[in-house]
């Protein structure tokens, strides 16, 4: 039989504004705010009631979604994504509160905005779908791939993904190589996995690059999916791998929690980013600022992927990479992902006049200027700065408010992401609290006090699809 630390339950995993009010302000915070508590009861017991409360904890998601949400299947006719298998959602889908209009609400004051709680939910930060528990969560699609290929079950037993397909990327994405531009997408329209890696990039890939691909595919223990009796899958994992999240060096929506923010309740949901352009990136992790890709991906393994607890991590298994012989290769391979083709774009990645439309052509005037895009988002740099910024959202709200359990807190500097084939990435945002592009235009809008109009608006959604 395994041995069950005694320990009380973490008195703010759960809690509200108050509650949280009076944690922060007490010092020294108790241990239980910062580390994972371990198992008080039989992996049985844990498993038992986790599957009980799942129907609810499911329900009460799917209510907030809907609340805040049009998550309806309306896609824009004849757009696609890069791999030409889904289409890009179409229009704005946070919801107003009532009485309100986008424009009406632009001509707000923050403070107006704040003390009469108009700020539209959809904008506020997005929960995990159990916040009090965390941890990855993976959408349907890529569970059934690793599945089926691998064996190897990446569903959890407490939670399911919350968000609808039509909501989330391309699967599988394509995947474009700097190192071999001629041969376009080179995924055979498969995942990549374990067991398929070698057939298809023999030949392509360098000696060193196959190696950095192979440990990228390699499961390694993580948090909810490793061998003890601390996890939330029903039999011991091998764990998870890079490319599990990453499907393809792209997104398949996958979440977790942010690993550089404590207590529980105000860790904000992580969706997944791209590794597309990574060889242009300068900083890594939203909040985490990692100076190089190797860095980042030994990090990872030593602790995020434990929810950034590196005791945890021990506990459960840990893979130390080595950073001369291994990380360096796994960052060789990720430095060779290209961005899907635009080929409405110079080598500069500024709109061609001879193959870009009026509206197209509109909406870059207007991200270089009127809207303020341009100045994180910046064309000859892939669309980024390679910087952090803080948007002082809460400038809108009242910081404390709880929704689902999670603690609403400032976001605080977040690193500017590529626009570069932004339209295969829903949803938007470090959290994926925005559904569509429109929802990222009336969300900037309002933050930047840029007040566009609905030509300029409509415009400027028309040019991020040419990206």
């Not at 190797?294 to 893979?319: C, I, L, P, W």
């Amino acid at each position: 039989m395994p041995r069950f630390v005694s320990l009380a339950l973490p008195c703010v995993v759960v809690m509200g504004a108050a509650a949280f009010s009076m944690a922060v302000a007490s010092d020294p915070l108790p241990p239980d705010l910062s580390y994972r508590p371990l198992p008080t009861m039989p992996f049985s017991a844990i498993r038992a009631n986790d599957e009980a409360q799942k129907p609810a904890v499911m329900e009460r998601q799917r209510n907030l979604l809907n609340d805040r949400y049009d998550l309806a299947n309306r896609p824009i006719p004849g757009v696609m994504m890069s791999g030409g298998r889904k289409p890009v959602q179409q229009g704005v889908r946070v919801k107003l509160p009532a009485g309100e209009t986008w424009d009406s609400l632009a001509a707000k004051s923050p403070e107006e905005i704040r003390q009469n709680g108009l700020l539209p939910k959809g904008f506020m930060p997005l929960p995990h779908v159990k916040q009090a528990a965390g941890g990855q969560v993976f959408p349907e699609n890529q569970i059934g791939k690793i599945g089926r290929d691998e064996g190897r079950d990446l569903r959890r037993f407490d939670v399911d993904f919350d968000l609808p397909d039509q909501m989330t990327p391309e699967f599988p994405p394509p995947i474009f190589l700097t190192t071999h531009p001629e041969l376009g997408d080179v995924s055979h329209g498969d995942v990549l996995t374990i067991k398929n890696f070698y057939e298809y990039m023999v030949g392509i890939l360098t000696p060193v690059q196959l190696e950095g691909l192979r440990l990228l595919l390699t499961p390694f223990p993580q948090e909810e999916f490793n061998q003890t009796e601390d996890r939330k899958v029903a039999m011991q994992s091998t764990g998870v791998a890079c490319l599990d999240c990453h499907a393809n060096f792209h997104t398949n929506a996958a979440f977790h929690q942010t690993p550089d923010v404590r207590p529980q309740a105000s860790r904000f949901r992580l969706d997944t980013t791209s590794l597309r352009g990574l060889f242009n990136q300068q900083i890594h992790g939203s909040k985490r600022s990692l100076r190089s890709v190797e860095d980042f991906s030994e990090f990872e393994q030593r602790t995020a992927y434990f929810n950034g607890d590196h005791m945890s991590a021990t506990r459960k298994g840990v893979n130390l990479p080595d950073r001369p012989n291994q990380v360096a290769m796994m960052a060789q391979m990720q430095n060779i992902i290209d961005f899907p083709p635009a080929p409405k774009l110079d080598p500069l990645n500024r709109l061609d006049p001879t193959k870009a439309s009026e509206q197209e052509l509109k909406g870059e005037q207007v991200f270089m200027g009127k809207g303020r895009c341009a100045e994180c988002h910046i064309p000859a740099l892939s669309f980024m700065d390679n910087n952090m910024h803080d948007l002082k959202l809460e400038r809108f709200y009242k910081i404390g408010q709880t929704f689902n359990d999670m603690v609403a807190i400032p976001d605080g500097p977040i690193k500017t992401f590529t626009l570069r084939g932004i339209k295969d990435s829903p949803p938007y945002l470090h959290d994926g609290r925005l559904m569509t592009l429109a929802d990222t235009v009336e969300f900037f809008n309002l933050v930047l006090g840029t007040k566009l109009n609905q030509e300029e608006k409509d415009a400027l959604v028309a040019y991020m699809l040419t990206l």
